[in-house]
């Protein structure tokens, strides 16, 4: 690579304009990168440029790059002679819809977007920017792991943006947009981050690559079937959003950072509510059956709730069984958690327990109210699941609504069974306010099961025993789950008519928009793992 600004003896100094023209073709260089075969090479996978996706990230014109002359000064392995400027990853700052935010991309031309120690500090600084300007981190990651030829100062690189994505996790929102091969310890960092986007067929993360599987467990697979986007968007959780491709997977980052604020002091953008405050969801009445045996989809329900009906669920395709997602009620941001009976008829199982208590816990540290759906008929049973750990896992959920000081509110729409019923922010863990639709019914469990215990010897010495069950399930029914049997004893502040849910949560976060709420002074607590 030709170096600009190392000038042949005997030539005299160039005047300022000189320089500031050497300057030109020096930033001229560093823009354009090693060259077109490299930039071919990487439209060939299917890929945008480092460049390309930060302008797509960016407002336009926005991006102010950091340190873009910066070369690395290792030697040896012939690196001495390849010191190309940005040392393959380009950082800076700029505006998503007029907002500040970081951002830093793996530029896969150089070195293959491999970490080296310079690399690793331009990293360094500017998460520490971002920390201290109080903005969001979006990290473009395109890169081959540690630059091997650097040894162990590669590696300690990636120990220094481990320890900042600890230190600024639930200060500013971090987001990890998966754009190219991620392996190894690299793959911690976005997993250590708020949410991680990925693209289909041109992005994966593993810890071990397929031959390392194929020699150690002698396992045949690719690199999508191991670590692909549909794959960790389905199995394993660890990919909360999915696209076909970069541009589509870029304009959604710049929607979810349009519903978060920038850190954990401030409160989430607001806009002006598309719908009327009092709007009218008469389609509820035919949208959740009755019976609640009969399934039907939560996310119409969210739909004909929220603002525009338009919502972003976080890791759709992962633990379908519970819902959660981001969304504006009134111009104001909330996050929703709610049962899907479309998938297990709605319980609680370790995925969807896991699932929701990470997304209640990111809406607690940036201010985003959370409201809660139920029609959940308790935690899914089995000998897998107990051997899994529902225990600790279902508790999770729990410790992370009790530990939330964020607005709350939960909606008892159907079912609400069991320890599932008060793990879903039950008023009595501390939801502010607790309404129910007339079709509720809150039990310890369901009248049959119910029925076969208490009124066991009854219907065993009764001549007809299946017309006692019946009838003692009908008394059951009548006597502890009626729909307004909670809300005498005052664990249901109101029971509402379902068509006026909209107005009812919209008034009800209003009221608790200025809640404040302290925890007992700690270094931290001890959730479950």
Same mark, same amino acid.
């Given at each position: 690579?030709?170096?600009?600004?190392?000038?042949?003896?005997?030539?005299?100094?160039?005047?300022?304009?000189?320089?500031?023209?050497?300057?030109?073709?020096?930033?001229?260089?560093?823009?354009?990168?090693?060259?077109?075969?490299?930039?071919?090479?990487?439209?060939?996978?299917?890929?945008?440029?480092?460049?390309?996706?930060?302008?797509?990230?960016?407002?336009?014109?926005?991006?102010?790059?950091?340190?873009?002359?910066?070369?690395?000064?290792?030697?040896?392995?012939?690196?001495?002679?390849?010191?190309?400027?940005?040392?393959?990853?380009?950082?800076?700052?700029?505006?998503?819809?007029?907002?500040?935010?970081?951002?830093?991309?793996?530029?896969?031309?150089?070195?293959?977007?491999?970490?080296?120690?310079?690399?690793?500090?331009?990293?360094?600084?500017?998460?520490?920017?971002?920390?201290?300007?109080?903005?969001?981190?979006?990290?473009?990651?395109?890169?081959?792991?540690?630059?091997?030829?650097?040894? @162990?100062?590669?590696?300690?690189?990636?120990?220094?943006?481990?320890?900042?994505?600890?230190?600024?996790?639930?200060?500013?929102?971090?987001?990890?947009?998966?754009?190219?091969?991620?392996?190894?310890?690299?793959?911690?960092?976005?997993?250590?981050?708020?949410?991680?986007?990925? @693209?289909?067929?041109?992005?994966?993360?593993?810890?071990?690559?397929?031959?390392?599987?194929?020699? @150690?467990?002698?396992?045949?697979?690719?690199?999508?079937?191991?670590?692909?986007?549909?794959?960790?968007?389905?199995?394993?959780?660890?990919?909360?959003?999915?696209?076909?491709?970069?541009?589509?997977?870029?304009?959604?980052?710049?929607?979810?950072?349009?519903?978060?604020?920038?850190?954990?002091?401030e409160m989430p953008p607001a806009v002006t509510g598309p719908d009327a405050v009092g709007g009218s969801c008469d389609a509820l009445l035919d949208l959740v059956p009755v019976d609640g045996n009969r399934?039907?989809?939560?996310?119409?329900?969210?739909?004909?709730?929220?603002?525009?009906?338009?919502?972003?669920?976080?890791?759709?395709?992962?633990?379908?069984?519970?819902?959660?997602?981001?969304?504006?009620?009134?111009?104001?941001?909330?996050?929703?958690?709610?049962?899907?009976?479309?998938?297990?008829?709605?319980?609680?199982?370790?995925?969807?327990?896991?699932?929701?208590?990470?997304?209640?816990?990111?809406?607690?540290?940036?201010?985003?109210?959370?409201?809660?759906?139920?029609?959940?008929?308790?935690?899914?049973?089995?000998?897998?699941?107990?051997?899994?750990?529902?225990?600790?896992?279902?508790?999770?959920?729990?410790?992370?609504?009790?530990?939330?000081?964020?607005?709350?509110?939960?909606?008892?729409?159907?079912?609400?069974?069991?320890?599932?019923?008060?793990?879903?922010?039950?008023?009595?863990?501390?939801?502010?306010?607790?309404?129910?639709?007339?079709?509720?019914?809150?039990?310890?469990?369901?009248?049959?099961?119910?029925?076969?215990?208490?009124?066991?010897?009854?219907?065993?010495?009764?001549?007809?025993?299946?017309?006692?069950?019946?009838?003692? @399930?009908?008394?059951?029914?009548?006597?502890?789950?009626?729909?307004?049997?909670?809300?005498?004893?005052?664990?249901?502040?109101?029971?509402?008519?379902?068509?006026?849910?909209?107005?009812?949560?919209?008034?009800?976060?209003?009221?608790?928009?200025?809640?404040?709420?302290?925890?007992?002074?700690?270094?931290h607590g001890n959730p479950p793992q």
């Amino acid at each position: 690579m030709t170096v600009l600004h190392e000038r042949p003896a005997g030539l005299p100094e160039p005047d300022a304009r000189g320089r500031v023209a050497e300057l030109m073709g020096i930033r001229e260089q560093a823009v354009a990168g090693p060259g077109e075969k490299a930039t071919e090479a990487q439209r060939a996978k299917g890929k945008l440029t480092a460049r390309e996706r930060i302008e797509l990230l960016l407002d336009p014109g926005s991006f102010n790059e950091v340190e873009q002359l910066r070369r690395h000064r290792a030697t040896g392995f012939g690196l001495e002679t390849k010191r190309p400027y940005t040392d393959g990853v380009i950082t800076g700052w700029g505006t998503v819809e007029g907002r500040m935010v970081f951002v830093y991309a793996h530029d896969f031309r150089i070195f293959g977007g491999a970490l080296g120690e310079a690399h690793a500090t331009k990293i360094h600084k500017i998460m520490d920017m971002a920390l201290a300007a109080g903005a969001p981190l979006v990290s473009l990651n395109d890169g081959a792991g540690a630059r091997i030829q650097e040894g @162990v100062s590669a590696l300690a690189g990636y120990g220094g943006i481990f320890q900042r994505n600890t230190k600024a996790s639930g200060v500013i929102p971090q987001i990890s947009v998966m754009l190219g091969p991620c392996a190894g310890g690299a793959a911690y960092s976005p997993a250590l981050t708020d949410f991680v986007f990925m @693209v289909r067929d041109t992005s994966q993360m593993f810890i071990t690559g397929p031959d390392v599987v194929r020699a @150690v467990t002698g396992e045949e697979i690719t690199q999508n079937g191991l670590g692909g986007a549909d794959v960790h968007a389905e199995t394993s959780g660890v990919c909360h959003f999915a696209y076909d491709d970069e541009e589509t997977c870029l304009a959604e980052v710049r929607y979810l950072l349009s519903l978060l604020p920038s850190n954990n002091r401030e409160m989430p953008p607001a806009v002006t509510g598309p719908d009327a405050v009092g709007g009218s969801c008469d389609a509820l009445l035919d949208l959740v059956p009755v019976d609640g045996n009969r399934p039907y989809d939560m996310t119409k329900v969210i739909e004909e709730l929220v603002d525009d009906g338009d919502c972003l669920e976080v890791h759709e395709r992962w633990a379908r069984n519970i819902v959660c997602a981001l969304a504006r009620l009134d111009g104001h941001t909330v996050g929703i958690v709610a049962n899907q009976p479309q998938t297990l008829a709605g319980v609680l199982d370790i995925g969807a327990s896991e699932k929701a208590a990470r997304f209640v816990q990111f809406c607690d540290a940036f201010n985003i109210p959370i409201v809660t759906l139920l029609d959940v008929p308790g935690f899914l049973p089995g000998v897998d699941q107990e051997h899994g750990g529902i225990i600790r896992h279902g508790a999770k959920l729990l410790y992370a609504y009790c530990n939330a000081t964020v607005p709350r509110i939960s909606l008892i729409l159907r079912k609400a069974y069991g320890g599932a019923y008060i793990v879903m922010d039950s008023q009595s863990i501390g939801a502010d306010l607790t309404y129910a639709w007339p079709t509720n019914e809150i039990a310890v469990m369901g009248a049959e099961g119910a029925a076969n215990v208490i009124f066991r010897r009854q219907t065993a010495a009764a001549e007809d025993p299946e017309a006692m069950r019946a009838r003692m @399930v009908k008394e059951y029914k009548a006597e502890l789950m009626h729909p307004y049997y909670a809300a005498e004893r005052g664990l249901v502040d109101d029971v509402i008519d379902p068509a006026e849910t909209r107005e009812v949560l919209v008034s009800s976060l209003a009221m608790l928009r200025n809640k404040h709420a302290d925890l007992p002074s700690r270094k931290h607590g001890n959730p479950p793992q």
